[in-house]
């Protein structure tokens, strides 16, 4: 099983793919570019797991944003792991979004979740897993917690499928669907609103190769 791990920069990321990995990681540099790349195996587990760059958007002005819309693509992993930075869960939440078009399944590790609570501010897991219709594990990256039970969920394959929830407008939904028709392939919805956004990168309607 290949898994990929997705979120923005300090986001609690590098933290969360050693505790996952332990000491069995090897890194080196993405394919053509000087980028640090690290795989690991999950501990207890035969997993692969790829620490994405972070980034904030698939729509990419980075050359790390780059390599993650290429790999996501390309590579299609089985899983994706996002984590997401609840002291900053409005911005972290749009590459969510994102991801949701994707043909892949996600789940959520809601990050810092103990930092929000000393505040005195509470996330109500459950009600955002409900809205997202993704499984949400609430973890503290830093003080170690969680992490466990975000384990299980990926043993046991426990989380819920990506069913594409509708997200835009009625009218936005329905152009999508509409172009989605003429999308050969993998990631139609997404590249359906790429075609939308009038990105160049699907002007021909392939998907790039990941070399």
Known sequence: MKIALAGNQNSGKTTLFNL????????????????EQKRGTIIGTDFELIDLPGIYSLSPYTAEEEISRRFLLAEKPDLVINIVDSTSIERSL??????????????IALNMTDIMEKKGVHIHVDKLEKELGLSIVAISALKQTGINELITLIKTKGYKKNYHPLIFSADLENAIAKVAQYVKGNHKRFISVKLLERDPLFDNHQIPSFE
Do not use: A, C, F, R
């Not at 990995?21 to 053509?32: A, F, L």
């Not at 979004?97 to 399944?105: A, F, H, S, V």
């Open 94 to 107: 749009y590459l969510t979004t994102q991801l949701m078009e994707l043909d892949l399944d996600v789940i």
């Open 20 to 35: 996952l990995t332990g000491s069995n990681q090897k890194i080196g540099n993405w394919p053509g570019v000087t980028i």
